[in-house]
């Protein structure tokens, strides 16, 4: 059963407008979320992170919102740019799962020039 | 530094042969993690190590050996592979356990059972 779940497979947006992708997790003892970026033959890497005392974070061109009551998170990216295409995975974790994250199934992001 | 290493990058196996995906780190992270990667299914855990000579289960660990016997390696062994075992295989670390310790991946393992 998926815990973790990006219901939009894949997003186009124009360079310079806003991208938004969303992520919803079902269990609300998660207190610890993450969001990776994967180019393809590569590894994901990191991107930014939130912490569930937080309802945003931001970090340059990209910002995390967390809505705990309805189990919600998102990412923001302004503006977009070409070097953005990639699949993002959001991500979650607390204590109590031994430190494991349980990820989403990605969200294929493409910037049109 | 090289990060985290994975050989090899594409194999293709027959049903019931073995075979040992390899990940190396020089970060000298204590964290060591195997992933998975499914259409539809994220990155699922199959094993990680909290240092050498620990090692435990993960969300989907049947099917998987690892072992932990240095600080920089971290294998994992397929004994008998299976189609169902056919996916990206990535492997992690991170330098410490605590939740806001960034895990940095390897490029990945693409391996195909047939």
């Known amino acids: 059963d998926q815990q973790v779940k990006q219901n939009s497979p894949s997003l186009s947006v124009q360079e310079g407008r806003i991208s938004i992708l969303n992520c919803d997790y079902t269990?609300?003892?998660?207190?610890?979320f993450l969001w990776y970026k994967k180019y393809p033959a590569e590894g994901p890497t990191f991107l930014i992170s939130?912490?569930?005392?937080?309802d945003k974070n931001e970090d340059g061109r990209f910002t995390v919102f967390l809505n705990k009551s309805a189990k919600h998170l998102s990412l923001h990216i302004v503006p977009s740019q070409p070097g953005d295409s990639a699949v993002y995975f959001c991500a979650a974790s607390a204590e109590w799962t031994g430190n494991q994250f349980y990820f989403g199934t990605g969200t294929s992001l493409t910037v049109i020039p | 530094n090289a990060g985290v290493t994975q050989t090899p990058k594409f194999q293709v196996l027959k049903t019931g042969q073995s075979m040992t995906l390899q990940c190396a780190q020089d970060?000298?992270?204590?964290?060591m993690s195997w992933y998975r990667q499914d259409p539809g299914m994220g990155l699922r855990l199959i094993h990680y190590s909290v240092g050498a000579g620990i090692t435990d289960q993960g969300e989907v660990p049947n099917g998987y050996n690892v072992s932990r016997s240095t600080t920089e390696d971290f294998p994992l062994r397929l004994l008998s592979a299976a189609p169902s075992q056919t996916s990206v295989y990535f492997c992690a670390s991170s330098s410490g356990l605590a939740l806001q310790e960034t895990q940095y991946f390897g490029p990945g393992t693409r391996l195909l059972v047939l």
């Open positions: 269990n609300s003892m998660f207190d610890y």
């Open positions: 970060m000298n992270h204590e964290y």
């Open positions: 939130i912490s569930s005392i937080k």
